[in-house]
């Protein structure tokens, strides 16, 4: 009953998200920016393997961190790692012509953070046919058409976030007989992750929130667009003077999260997150705001993808299909246990 149960959520969150998406689509039209070629982040050394990165969005905190983990996975093993990515999570199209340019330049094998779960599908099953090793990081895709993901366990991400949400309004001094809100701004509607991340927050809270909280159903679908993920939060809080706490996703809403509610001075607004962004690192630090993040461990992702890859090329087999690589849930009271330090020095 519980799986069903979670099955038709997830139908539901996807239809709320479509619907956002197709508002928010006509809202932002900007013209995309020329994916660069791609460049080697490691020494390159003639006769070594040939690695191709492909991460969601360049120019980021969590995937220059990603980029880092490959980089010194492939000086460590002995391979070449060459990197590029899109400027926008929704940018499927713009992955796709980057795989399409690992198979021309003779990738031996590709680590690949899919924009699309969906559409990106029938290519990596097409590169995965040719025997070329395909290695997801952060996001899987709707396929068995692929070596292994190294991932975190999102719904289990979504439940903590909820656990953290509900933790830190009651912290907060919120009645459970008090009305009160929780709105939800997402970065896309297509991607695995934050539906599975979304889903395990509503299964979290609607088993464990007081009947008096509710979430807003009018969740904000941003499409990786910060600038436009701040005019929704705002909106999201004029139509809604009894929102309390807010929750984001993935890194780019949590941005957009973390600066509106600094813009606004809304210090009575909880802020729950994804990564370590310098706009949510600014709130946990402050006295002033009540904020939490769910850290990755994107590092590992990726280091452990290019090893991975060196091994499935020189013939290994590899049963499992997904690697859950954990979270780290980090507050401002917990900032500097040295178990979250260590995880914020790779992140």
Same mark, same amino acid.
Request: proline share 2%.
């Given at each position: 009953?519980?799986?069903?149960?979670?099955?038709?959520?997830?139908?539901?969150?996807?239809?709320?998200?479509?619907?956002?998406?197709?508002?928010?689509?006509?809202?932002?039209?900007?013209?995309?920016?020329?994916?660069?070629?791609?460049?080697?982040?490691?020494?390159?050394?003639?006769?070594?393997?040939?690695?191709?990165?492909?991460?969601?969005?360049?120019?980021?905190?969590?995937?220059?961190?990603?980029?880092?983990?490959?980089?010194?996975?492939?000086?460590?093993?002995?391979?070449?790692?060459?990197?590029?990515?899109?400027?926008?999570?929704?940018?499927?199209?713009?992955?796709?012509?980057?795989?399409?340019?690992?198979?021309?330049?003779?990738?031996?094998?590709?680590?690949?953070?899919?924009?699309?779960?969906?559409?990106?599908? !029938?290519?990596?099953?097409?590169?995965?046919?040719?025997?070329?090793?395909?290695?997801?990081?952060?996001?899987?895709?709707?396929?068995?058409?692929?070596?292994?993901?190294?991932?975190?366990?999102?719904?289990?991400?979504?439940?903590?976030?909820?656990?953290?949400?509900?933790?830190?309004?009651?912290?907060?001094?919120?009645?459970?007989?008090?009305?009160?809100?929780?709105?939800?701004?997402?970065?896309?509607?297509?991607?695995?992750?934050?539906?599975?991340?979304?889903?395990?927050?509503?299964?979290?809270?609607?088993?464990?929130?007081?009947?008096?909280?509710?979430?807003?159903?009018?969740?904000?679908?941003?499409?990786?667009?910060?600038?436009?993920?701040?005019?929704?939060?705002?909106?999201?809080?004029?139509?809604?003077?009894?929102?309390?706490?807010?929750?984001?996703?993935?890194?780019?809403?949590?941005?957009?999260?973390?600066?509106?509610?600094?813009?606004?001075?809304?210090?009575?607004?909880?802020?729950?997150?994804?990564?370590?962004?310098?706009?949510?690192?600014?709130?946990?630090?402050?006295?002033?705001?009540?904020?939490?993040?769910?850290?990755?461990? !994107?590092?590992?992702?990726?280091?452990?993808?290019?090893?991975?890859?060196?091994?499935?090329?020189?013939?290994?087999?590899?049963?499992?299909?997904?690697?859950?690589?954990?979270?780290?849930?980090?507050?401002?009271?917990?900032?500097?246990?040295?178990?979250? !330090?260590?995880?914020?020095?790779?992140?």
């Amino acid at each position: 009953m519980k799986k069903k149960f979670l099955l038709i959520l997830i139908c539901l969150m996807l239809a709320v998200l479509c619907a956002c998406a197709q508002s928010d689509d006509e809202k932002s039209e900007e013209p995309k920016k020329e994916i660069p070629e791609f460049t080697p982040v490691t020494e390159v050394v003639e006769g070594r393997k040939d690695i191709y990165l492909i991460t969601k969005v360049l120019d980021s905190n969590y995937w220059d961190v990603v980029v880092k983990g490959a980089a010194e996975a492939g000086e460590e093993f002995g391979c070449n790692v060459y990197y590029s990515g899109t400027y926008n999570e929704m940018d499927w199209q713009g992955q796709k012509g980057l795989l399409d340019k690992c198979i021309k330049q003779g990738a031996d094998a590709i680590v690949l953070a899919p924009n699309d779960s969906i559409e990106l599908a !029938q290519d990596i099953e097409a590169i995965h046919e040719k025997g070329i090793p395909v290695i997801l990081v952060d996001t899987t895709v709707n396929s068995d058409g692929y070596d292994i993901c190294y991932m975190t366990d999102n719904l289990l991400a979504g439940n903590k976030a909820a656990e953290e949400m509900l933790n830190k309004l009651k912290k907060s001094g919120y009645s459970e007989l008090e009305n009160l809100s929780v709105g939800i701004l997402v970065g896309s509607d297509t991607s695995q992750t934050i539906n599975e991340r979304l889903a395990g927050f509503y299964q979290y809270w609607t088993a464990n929130a007081p009947s008096c909280w509710r979430i807003v159903s009018d969740i904000k679908n941003c499409n990786g667009d910060i600038t436009l993920g701040g005019e929704l939060v705002t909106s999201l809080l004029d139509e809604n003077s009894d929102i309390r706490g807010l929750y984001a996703t993935n890194n780019g809403p949590t941005k957009a999260l973390a600066q509106t509610v600094t813009d606004l001075n809304r210090t009575d607004i909880v802020v729950v997150g994804y990564d370590y962004s310098d706009e949510i690192k600014s709130l946990i630090e402050s006295s002033d705001y009540k904020a939490s993040t769910i850290l990755q461990r !994107q590092y590992y992702m990726s280091y452990e993808g290019v090893e991975s890859a060196l091994q499935l090329i020189d013939g290994a087999e590899i049963e499992t299909k997904f690697t859950d690589t954990g979270v780290v849930v980090v507050n401002r009271d917990n900032l500097n246990d040295p178990k979250v !330090q260590e995880v914020l020095e790779n992140n």
